[in-house]
Structures are given as structure tokens and as C-alpha cells.
């Protein structure tokens, strides 16, 4: 199990207490997606204009980049009610029967991990997202009779984090895919500022840069930096959001210059002492580190990747130069770490 990071995009119980003052709630207060936004803005006032629903929209990409909010976000502007539920709850089609016959005229149903709706659920809702019917087998056996129920016109937004584990046949029912990358520096800046008003925090602008600058392309992991930087400020600080708590804060969480934390520097250390930097499976690294091979996968690698301080081949992950320069670390040849078969 991963010990506690304060750089995990994943939610914790600590991000929950306060997410709703900092969620915003309009399309206007959404920032640093302008392409998603703007295709999105199209397509609501295209609904406004003709009526009946907006496409079905599917938004994927790593966790903590605001999929959820989006999901709300859009039955706001819509002026209706967002439902939600998510993939793992929805084991069997009547678990969401009675969800899709209460959906009023352009509600949004969001579904939440839709990679993981089991394959009957998953193939009960290709009617309802085409057809607005669904067909409900009413008991079992012999007596077995089949009542086709018509829906109304309603939009369903599915998040996932593994577009690759979705079928095609799913994907190719929604009108909208987004694909959700990390966000730059400004962005983040951007949505600290509007986080840091809503909180009523006193912030400065370098304050909220430096966050920025460690947060992984990720609002959540940016959010929760500037929570505990406000923790710091009050406890040891002036009690305001400036450069010093700032980085006081990155210190004492163990983040260092190029956004790294301790289990990012253990899996280069590891990579590089006990594979000699590499090529090395997922799966002998989780043992040699001690995490399970996922969390490896969705919460440290992807930033690592995105560095160029690791590197995915064929046969295995390999340390880069620049993971190598990161941790200090020289190859006993000390030759490039690229070579050969790559
Ligand atoms: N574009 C944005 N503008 C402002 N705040 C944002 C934006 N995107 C995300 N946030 C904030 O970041 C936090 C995480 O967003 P959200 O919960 O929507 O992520 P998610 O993509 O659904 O994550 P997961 O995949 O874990 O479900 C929220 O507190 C939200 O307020
Ligand atoms: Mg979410």
C-alpha cells in the first residue's frame, strides 16, 4: 500500500473536507483547458439553439484534472440536474434502470470510471445512448418477458483514466471525446489564484508560481500544496501565502526543484542501483520498491515519463540521462544509458 504523498493526483479524505467551496461551478471559472472549453462551449449553445440533449461526452486522462468537475460543470450550464454514479457500483443493467427511467428531458448522467462497467451494463446502455430505450428483462426462466421502456432525451458524461481499457463499441457512441492533458504552468497558476480567492487566502503571486511549478500538471495536486502551504503560513509563518511558506512547505513535504518526492526518487535509485539502469519490468520493480505494480504505473511513472528521467522500451523501463543526472547516479561503463537495442 502507498504511504501517504502529498503529491498523489488521487483523492484523499484531505482534498474532500474542503472541495466544494474550491469546485468551480461555470464554465467561466474553468481554467486552462481553452481548447476543451471552447469545443464545449460550441456544442451548449448549439444544444441551447436546437433543443433536445447534448452529445454524449467521454473525457479521459489522468486523474485530478477536473473530469468530475466538468461533469457538473456541464449540467449547470445546461440548466439541469447532473446524476451520478460510477462504473465499479453499477454491477448488474437493473442497477441502472431505475437511474436512467428518473432522467428528465437533458439531464446529464455522469458515470464515473466507465472502463469498469461490467460488459452486460455496459451493452444495456448502447440503446439508451442511441435510442433513448432501454429493453428490461423482467423475471427469469420460462416466465421471462422482455418490456421495452423509452428514455427521455438525456446526455451521459463518462470519465475514465483508461481510455485503452474501453470499447470501441462504447466509445464510438459519444459525440464528444476530450482528451485530458496535464495542464502548464499558467493554467495552474490560474486556478491557484481563483482557489487561493475562494478560500480567502492571502496569497502572492511568486507564492502561487512556485506551487504551480511543483504540482504535475495536476489543479488537485496544486489545490492540496496550496492547503498545506496555508497550513504552514499559520502554524511557523507570517500567516500569509508568500515565496517562504511556499517553499517551507515543498521542504517539509520532500519535494524537491523538479517536482519529485521521495517514492519518484527511490523508484530512479532502484532503477538505477539494483537494474543498473534498466531495462527493468514493472512488475520486478513494485517487488524490489515494495508498492504494487498500479501505483507504480498511474501515480509515479506518468510524471517520470513526462521528465524524460524514465523512459518505456520494449523491454523494460530504462533510466535516461537526465533521471540518472536527477539522483546523482553514474553507470559504472559511465556511457550514455541509451544504447543499443532501443
Ligand atoms: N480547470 C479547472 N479549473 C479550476 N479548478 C479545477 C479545474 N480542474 C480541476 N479543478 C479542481 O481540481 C480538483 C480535482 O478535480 P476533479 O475532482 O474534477 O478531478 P477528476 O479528473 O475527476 O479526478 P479523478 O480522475 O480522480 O476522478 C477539484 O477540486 C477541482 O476544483
Ligand atoms: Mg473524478
Not at 15 to 22: I, N
Not at 72 to 87: F, K, M, V
Not at 107 to 132: K, N, Q, T
Not at 211 to 218: E, H, M, P, Y
Request: proline fraction near 5%; glycine fraction near 10%.
Amino acid at each position: 500500500m502507498a504511504r501517504k504523498r502529498i503529491i498523489t493526483p488521487e483523492l484523499t479524505p484531505d482534498d474532500q473536507g474542503g472541495e466544494p467551496s474550491v469546485r468551480p461551478e461555470h464554465l467561466s471559472d474553468y481554467l486552462g483547458q481553452p481548447e476543451l472549453v471552447e469545443r464545449l462551449r460550441v456544442s451548449l449553445e448549439a444544444t441551447k439553439d436546437r433543443g433536445g440533449a447534448l452529445d454524449h461526452v467521454l473525457l479521459h486522462g489522468p486523474p485530478g484534472l477536473g473530469k468530475t468537475t466538468l461533469g457538473r460543470i456541464i449540467a449547470n450550464e445546461l440548466g439541469t440536474t447532473p446524476h451520478a454514479t460510477s462504473g465499479p457500483v453499477l454491477m448488474q443493467p437493473k442497477d441502472l434502470v431505475g437511474m436512467l427511467l428518473k432522467l428528465q428531458a437533458g439531464d446529464v448522467l455522469f458515470i464515473d470510471e466507465i472502463h469498469r462497467l461490467p460488459a452486460p451494463v455496459e451493452e444495456f446502455l448502447y440503446s439508451a445512448m442511441e435510442d433513448f430505450h432501454v429493453d428490461v428483462t423482467i423475471d427469469s426462466g420460462l416466465h421471462a418477458t422482455t418490456e421495452s421502456f423509452k428514455l427521455q432525451p438525456f446526455t451521459l458524461v463518462g470519465a475514465t483514466t483508461r481510455a485503452g481499457s474501453l470499447t470501441s463499441a462504447l466509445r464510438s457512441r459519444f459525440g464528444l471525446v476530450h482528451h485530458m492533458t496535464l495542464y502548464d504552468h499558467e493554467g495552474l497558476q490560474a486556478i491557484l489564484e481563483g482557489a487561493a480567492a475562494r478560500l480567502k487566502l492571502n496569497a502572492t503571486a511568486e507564492a502561487l508560481a512556485e506551487l504551480a511549478g511543483k504540482s504535475r500538471g495536476t489543479p488537485r495536486i496544486a489545490i492540496r500544496l496550496l492547503r498545506r502551504t496555508d497550513d504552514w503560513s499559520r502554524a511557523r509563518g507570517s500567516g500569509s501565502i508568500d515565496l517562504e511558506a511556499a517553499k517551507a512547505c515543498l521542504e517539509l513535504w520532500g519535494i524537491d526543484d523538479a517536482g519529485t518526492d521521495e517514492l519518484d526518487r527511490r523508484y530512479l535509485m532502484t532503477l538505477a542501483e539494483t537494474y543498473r539502469g534498466g531495462p527493468a519490468g514493472v512488475e520486478a520493480m513494485a517487488a524490489t520498491i515494495g508498492e504494487d505494480a498500479r501505483t507504480l504505473e498511474d501515480l509515479v511513472e506518468p510524471f517520470l515519463l513526462q521528465e524524460g528521467m524514465v523512459a518505456r522500451t520494449r523491454s523494460g523501463r530504462r533510466l535516461t540521462d537526465a533521471g540518472a543526472r536527477h539522483i546523482g547516479w553514474t553507470p559504472p561503463d559511465a556511457q550514455s544509458l541509451f544504447g543499443e537495442d532501443d
